[in-house]
């Protein structure tokens, strides 16, 4: 061994025997929990090394030669390259305790979990994510955009009256399920849009709305009609919520936030609850959507209203102008131009 800090061959073979019998163990009852088993063994093979890192001062050289070792001891098992040990020595480090690992981050794919440790810095945010993964049984492609998109400080971060017009535990859970601003990103709208062409596109897009929205709504319809003293009112979406058993009135604004859209909202929330609600379910609760809103008007606006509403801001991407959209190439015509591009390099002689 050529490495100084490669420690002694003995102390290092019964290291290597001891994670051999660890491996196997885990293969046996790998049929009974495949992805906690092993998360728990990529776990402990991460803190053996960090702890030999960091007691024995391993070199980086020990890692890529227990790499070479594990595939040839365990040729059908995957997982065992340099970079993934290195991610197992990161993802020990990130939780040192056991504890941590059995409630949320051992419950999830690795793959997920080298997203948490690529994208997130604090143990508080990668537990978070790891349980809003598991409870809505995100993919990874998921978890990324919900990372991307800043969901951990968007969410519960709405204008509301809850607090005052819901009691306790009521407030705080429905507080959690609204968030500023929502991202809209699937939407591509003219800066001429209306609001019905907004609705349209939420329904069009009623399975990135309902992801976006969060886990447990479910949708009840667009356009949703009451009837109140012989006149017919529409509500833009109607939603349930399952696990709150309570529905939400989705009202949207293509403009600012003006005070008396919290006024309209109180009559359909009202409207809902006298109509629609049974006794098994919680008092409705309504969501303004709007493309902006300044904070101190929707407090002012919301002390009002006895009704329980939510006051939040919307991003989608912006079409561009069609005299613009028209000049720019297409993705066909940009790959032409690349290949010719490329050809030309390869046909020009080489400098010497």
């Not at 991460?46 to 001062?57: C, S, T, V």
């Not at 902006?292 to 991407?317: C, M």
């Amino acid at each position: 061994m050529t490495d100084s800090l490669f420690p002694d061959i003995a102390r290092y073979n019964a290291f290597f025997d001891a994670l051999k019998t660890r491996i196997r163990t885990a293969q046996l009852r790998a049929s009974l929990a495949v992805n906690q088993e092993l998360m728990f063994l990529y776990w402990h093979i991460g803190r053996e090394i960090l702890k030999r890192q960091q007691e024995e001062g391993w070199g980086s050289k020990v890692v890529s030669r227990l790499a070479e070792d594990l595939k040839r001891e365990f040729p059908d098992m995957k997982g065992f390259s340099r970079t993934n040990l290195l991610y197992m020595r990161a993802f020990a480090e990130a939780y040192p305790d056991e504890a941590i690992v059995q409630r949320s981050a051992g419950q999830i794919p690795w793959r997920h979990n080298q997203v948490l440790l690529d994208k997130l810095k604090t143990l508080e945010e990668r537990l978070w994510y790891a349980q809003k993964s598991l409870e809505g049984g995100w993919s990874r492609d998921i978890l990324v955009m919900q990372i991307e998109t800043g969901l951990y400080d968007r969410q519960g971060g709405a204008i509301t009256n809850f607090e005052r017009t819901l009691p306790k535990p009521q407030s705080d859970l429905a507080q959690q399920i609204v968030k500023d601003p929502y991202a809209l990103d699937f939407l591509t709208l003219s800066d001429e849009a209306q609001e019905r062409d907004l609705e349209r596109g939420l329904v069009s897009h009623i399975r990135d709305f309902l992801m976006e929205l969060g886990t447990g709504f479910a949708f009840v319809g667009s356009q949703y009609p009451l009837e109140v003293s012989g006149k017919e009112y529409r509500l833009d979406l109607l939603f349930y919520h399952i696990p709150l058993h309570r529905y939400v009135v989705i009202d949207l604004k293509m403009g600012e936030f003006e005070p008396q859209h919290s006024g309209q909202m109180s009559f359909y929330v009202a409207a809902v609850d006298n109509i629609l609600r049974t006794e098994r379910d919680d008092p409705t609760i309504g969501i303004i959507l709007c493309k902006s809103k300044d904070r101190t008007t929707v407090e002012y606006a919301l002390q009002g209203s006895n009704q329980p509403i939510s006051v939040s801001s919307y991003q989608f991407q912006s079409k561009l102008p069609p005299a613009l959209e028209k000049s720019l190439p297409t993705a066909e015509q940009l790959e032409i131009a690349l290949n010719t591009a490329i050809a030309q390099i390869e046909a020009s002689p080489e400098e010497e």
